[in-house]
């Protein structure tokens, strides 16, 4: 893992440099958008910009909207746009998480259909998996696809925590469709166009005063077969693809507190006495730095992997159970040192815009997103440690026989 760019890196870096210098906007006090309608407007802006620019899914081959280079090429994107206020995360539960699932189990013309605009935004998607009863045992799940003699899917039951669903054309959705076999066995994973009369989205208020979060409910949705994700019975396969990028997307894009918290107390005062210069800050300071150092470490690890040809690995549990729980301590102490100035909360008024008063109420979601903190060790445990399993009292069942709540 070599942390210094090549000569066509540096190059690229330099580009990257000029374009955003001329394309993005610089954060400004007061000027964050808590409206979703028009942030999501500026998201459709923005990606369809740096689409025409060819800056879109850098990873992703040109023929699929992308342009072609490597995941170390998104990286240096990365670093460089994080310096801007732009959106450019905004859609990554499609391009992250659905994209690589669409191009690995798709047939080519669906692919070709597909991809290119979700890589500039023109159709936005999302990840249809949890349940009402199956969250953290996802291959719980009971919402059902029945194949009809046409050879065309029915998808009848409930999906909670979709985020983004209520501005999505597509979406992957995971479906039960053999309850005589083992839970992981009896699996199939679709796209289905959500712009049909069958799908139902309602929002989810959250506290943060957002309704990023939906409920979504088929009755008879209509799926044709030819938008179906690999095997009939083979989408736990489908679905691991798509989780593990889920890992590695949120790793990459959640953020862990610590850049705001360092710029925090550099410059705020306790008492008269710079904050910087308080034990306990300090303390904390050198605690979250080596945290934050980990994490990038550990995800420039995983893209130097899937860069020499590997794919993503439960490694990417580790980046997404320690940011968010970081940001949240880090948001709560923060509010703490602030004391009656942290019920300031509207952008014009907070310390740098409210960050931490967004951040411990937004928080809790980012850290049940994705898998909870328990499931995240629990795969670190397994997967990375090569821990022994937890007992699985269903294993090998048919799933019609796991007694139902």
Known sequence: MDF???????????????????????????????DMHLRFDEAKQWYQKKAAAGYA????????????????????WSEEVEK??????????????????VMHFMPEQRRAELLPRMASAQDVWCQLFSEPGAGSDLAGLRTSARQSASGDWLINGQKIWTSGAQNSDYGVV??????????????????????????????????????????????????????RLGEINGGWEAALVVLMNERMAI??????????????VRRAELAGTPLREHPLVRDKLAQWYCLHAGVKASYYRLITAVAQ??????????????????????????????GEFADLHEPAAATDDGYFQDAILYTPGIRLAGGTDEIMRNIIAEQVLRLPQEPRVDKGMAFEDIPGG
């Open 57 to 76: 899914c850098l990873d992703w081959p040109k023929k699929y909207g992308g342009a072609g280079l490597t995941p170390v090429h998104k990286v240096i």
């Open 84 to 101: 801007y206020t732009e959106p450019d995360d905004y859609f990554v539960i499609g391009i992250g998480n659905c994209g690589p699932a």
């Open 4 to 34: 210094n760019d090549t000569p066509e890196q540096a190059k690229f870096r330099a580009e990257v440099r000029a374009w955003l210098a001329d394309n993005a906007r610089l954060p400004q006090a007061g000027r964050l958008v808590r």
């Open 174 to 227: 995971l479906c039960r469709t053999d309850t005589s076999v083992s839970k992981y066995k009896g699996l199939t994973m679709f796209v289905i166009d959500m712009r049909q009369a069958s799908v139902t989205v309602k929002p989810i208020k959250q506290m943060d005063r957002g309704q990023h979060f939906n409920e979504v409910f088929f009755n008879d949705a209509h799926i044709p077969d030819e938008n």
């Open 309 to 338: 040809g590997g794919v993503p690995g439960a490694e990417g549990a580790i980046g997404k159970l320690i940011a968010g729980r970081m940001n949240q301590e880090i948001a709560d102490f923060s509010l703490q040192l602030m």
């Open 251 to 264: 790793t990459a894009s959640v953020p862990d507190g610590f850049a705001e918290f360092l710029k925090f």
